[in-house]
């Protein structure tokens, strides 16, 4: 790869075998593959790179600086949906709560059956990708010391109530329970991929280039030949390359292609968005519970998983719970009063709804609306999580619902809602006519150009999406080297990698 | 001449400046009603818009250290004590 020339008008070239657009979970993994197989690699990124010694744990701050938008992107559509996005390299992972969990096998069976997926849903041939991002990522399991008493609480009312639950694995080494993971954290031990697959990239002699708003992918004769895009500066940045890997997110990415003339014949771009819709509820206990000591999403109940409804823990400083707590003026205040004294926990649907999103003036449009069948589960989810709360001791439970109104009663309008696991709005389908990727995730009509991120996956999941899009694009980069994915390695090899 | 805004309200600032537009004029309306006792009467007729604003108020407020510290919730110290273990064991 050569460092760049300047060419008349400022615009700088490089020439490389891949250029890889966004440097989150799909990006950052399949640029340090392919760097450490030998490509020569140029990852462009739009955020920053964040310096962890910045990250002061105090929420309204980190929000502005860490997310897009300020972590005010919104859906449009009833009800309006918040949904917070990472921006900068490690992108939503460096902003997330870092569970993990496999894609469950009748997701995959269902990718299968439906769009055709036979072998990018084998989950034999998804073993070793899984296995291999797991151990880069030190992923295991909380420890109920570092769960915390917020955690304890849940768990307590799940044993009361002789339903499924457990403590969730996680992306971290070293957590001592500084409670923001969502915040960034400030001892760096969430392993997200900023610090784990962007230094491993740059190690293999990737260029990671910050700041960079790419415009365009640029293809030829049917062919990826490269990636244009505006540096900070006001600079340009044209990269010369035979392979492409999109991975902007869910949102992004469809508004990337449909700019770039890419991925519309099958009419799906963009469509087919699923969110994992999610809300939190708040209990008043008897005993000091201090939510945010400890990992805040530590702990699931998956009773009612198989009904689409996921249980996970959420907590925050005082300051978040100011924002989340369904309440306002003097009951608002009463309970932060008691902030020591309450407990939290959230609430996730595997959602049948589906969204879009589009394009208006470079912004994306996202629209969104709850169907029936969805409201129906958070009515359901809402009851069970008061059972919860009372069985574990609640002396009052706060639902995110206006005063007054039963969530059997509950209107999607009555519903305070965010979201987190944006996927689908380029998905996979074996056929052209149904996705606009294909089993290899290469844009069906378009030889060169893939899409690594949560835009390929076809169906909502139920459970947390991070490690499904890694391994993912595991699985491509092994597949773009022409090699079969090595069995994972021992753990000690696994902390070396991830340092 | 205007005097400096304080800490909270330089943060919630800060906030709101992030959003895009529209949403950034509007928070930006929603906080002026909210901080006047006759516009918080208004907004709590539409229970998510007075959510929203007694939300973001308080957000502003519960990240000030005056009102956080009591709570049992010390930014600096746990930002501290981040920073140090990072360090120590040399993490990027």
Same mark, same amino acid.
């Given at each position: ?33 392919? *760097? ?99 151990? +880069? ?13 917020? +955690? ?77 895009? !505006?540096?900070?500066?006001?600079? !340009? ?26 991925? !519309? ?56 719970? +100011? ?13 932060? $009063?008691?902030?020591?004294?309450? *407990? ?13 999103? !589009? ?34 001791? $609640? ?32 998905? +996979?389908?074996?056929?052209? *006519? ?38 993912? $694009? ?26 | ?11 919630? #600032?800060?906030?709101? #400046? ?45 990240? #000030? ?8 919730? #010390? ?18």
């Amino acid at each position: 790869m050569n460092g760049g020339r300047r060419r008349a008008g400022g615009v700088r070239t490089i020439d490389a075998d891949v250029c890889v657009i966004g440097a989150g979970a799909g990006g950052a993994v399949a640029a340090a593959e392919l *760097a450490e197989g030998g490509m020569r690699v140029v990852v462009l990124e739009q955020g920053p790179r964040h310096d962890a010694d910045r990250f002061s744990a105090r929420p309204l701050e980190m929000l502005a600086r860490l997310y897009r938008d300020g972590s005010q992107t919104t859906t449009l559509g009833s009800p309006p949906i918040l949904l917070p996005l990472g921006r900068g390299l490690g992108g939503t992972t460096l902003v997330n709560s870092g569970t993990c969990f496999r894609t469950p096998p009748q997701v995959l069976e269902r990718w299968q059956r439906e769009f055709g997926l036979e072998a990018l849903a084998d989950a034999q041939a998804l073993d070793p990708c899984f296995a291999r991002v797991e151990h +880069a990522l030190s992923i295991h399991e909380v420890t109920p010391e570092l769960a915390g008493r917020n +955690a304890a609480i849940a768990r307590r009312g799940a044993e009361a109530l002789g339903w499924s639950h457990g403590f969730l694995k996680r992306n971290a080494r070293g957590c001592v329970g500084s409670g923001v993971c969502a915040f960034g954290c400030p001892a760096s031990a969430k392993q997200h991929v900023g610090i784990t697959y962007v230094p491993r990239a740059e190690a293999a002699g990737a260029q990671v280039i910050a700041g960079a708003d790419v415009r365009h992918v640029l293809t030829a004769r049917g062919r990826a030949s490269g990636v244009e895009a !505006r540096l900070l500066d006001g600079g !340009r940045v044209e990269v010369r390359a035979p392979r492409v890997i999109v991975a902007a997110g869910t949102i992004h990415t469809p508004l990337l292609l449909a700019r770039s003339g890419l991925g !519309r014949a099958s009419g799906q771009l963009g469509r087919n968005l699923a969110l994992h819709p999610a809300t939190g509820a708040f209990a008043l206990m008897d005993e000091l519970v201090d939510m945010a000591k400890g990992v805040p999403q530590s702990f699931y109940v998956d009773e009612f998983a198989a009904e689409g409804i996921m249980f996970e823990g959420v907590a925050g400083p005082p300051s978040y719970v +100011a924002m989340a707590l369904p309440l306002s003026g003097r009951r608002h205040a009463a309970a932060m $009063a008691d902030y020591r004294r309450l *407990a939290m926990f959230g609430l996730m649907v595997s959602d049948s709804s589906r969204g879009s999103v !589009r394009g208006l003036a470079g912004r994306p449009v996202i629209r969104y609306d709850l169907v029936e069948q969805d409201l129906a589960r958070f009515r359901r989810g809402l009851q069970r999580m008061e059972e919860l709360f009372r069985a574990a001791g $609640a002396r009052e439970v706060y639902l995110p619902l206006p005063h007054g109104v039963a969530p059997e009663r509950a209107r999607a309008r009555d519903l305070k809602l965010m979201a987190f696991h944006p996927l689908g709005t380029a998905r +996979a389908d074996a056929r052209p *006519a149904h996705g606009v990727v294909d089993g290899d995730l290469q844009l069906h009509g378009v030889e060169g150009v893939y899409v690594a991120d949560g835009s390929v996956v076809p169906s909502s999941l139920g459970v947390n999406p991070q490690i499904t899009i890694m391994a993912l $694009a595991t699985r491509l980069a092994f597949g773009l080297l022409g090699r079969t994915v090595p069995p994972a390695t021992t753990d000690e090899e696994a902390h070396v990698l991830s340092d | 001449m205007r005097k400096p805004a304080d800490p909270v309200r330089r943060g919630l #600032d800060v906030f709101v #400046d992030a959003a895009p537009q529209p949403q950034r004029s509007s928070l930006r309306l929603l906080l002026a009603l909210e901080r006047r006792p006759r516009g918080r009467r208004l907004l709590a007729r539409v229970h998510a818009i007075d959510l929203l604003a007694n939300g973001l108020l308080a957000m502003g407020r519960y990240e #000030d250290p005056v009102h956080a510290v009591p709570l049992g919730w #010390d930014a600096d110290a746990i930002a501290a004590r981040g920073r140090a273990l990072r360090h120590a064991e040399g993490r990027p």
